[in-house]
């Protein structure tokens, strides 16, 4: 069966960098979409980045824009989400999401197309 881990979050200090990996068993990473989300306290769970299947195509939130890099590496399995300059409002459960795509060499931002998830990793960026 499909499982994805999260790994790498922790604390640290704003400006500080941490890199989140997602390790993905039970499928061909290949074909698959994946995003990183999270969920801040007392906010909705947003996407803050996501690949297409190849990693050719990406997507950010604004909030995160020239902060944080999604990069994947199909052969490992495994999926990144290298946080640059980081601020204390970045602080959340980061969340690994896979959706399989086949063909489909698109990106996706909307949680609800994602069918795999990951347990998720706190991010705290103290100030």
């Known amino acids: 069966q499909v499982q994805l881990v999260e790994s790498g979050g922790g604390l640290v200090q704003a400006g500080g960098s941490l890199r989140l990996s997602c390790a993905a068993s039970?499928?061909?990473?290949?074909?698959?979409?994946m995003g990183w989300f999270r969920q801040a306290p007392g906010k909705e769970r947003e996407c803050v980045a996501a690949?297409?299947?190849?990693?050719?195509?990406?997507y950010y939130a604004d909030s995160v824009k020239g902060r944080f890099t999604i990069s994947r590496n199909n052969a490992k399995n495994t999926v990144y989400l290298q946080m640059n300059s980081l601020k204390p409002e970045d602080t959340a459960v980061y969340y690994c999401?896979?959706?399989?795509?086949?063909?489909?060499?698109?990106?996706?931002?909307?949680?609800?197309?994602?069918?795999?998830w990951g347990q998720g990793t706190q991010v705290t960026v103290s100030s």
């Open positions: 999401a896979g959706r399989f795509v086949g063909s489909d060499s698109r990106y996706y931002t909307d949680e609800g197309t994602y069918a795999y």
């Open positions: 690949a297409s299947k190849s990693g050719s195509s990406t």
């Open positions: 039970g499928l061909p990473l290949s074909m698959y979409a």
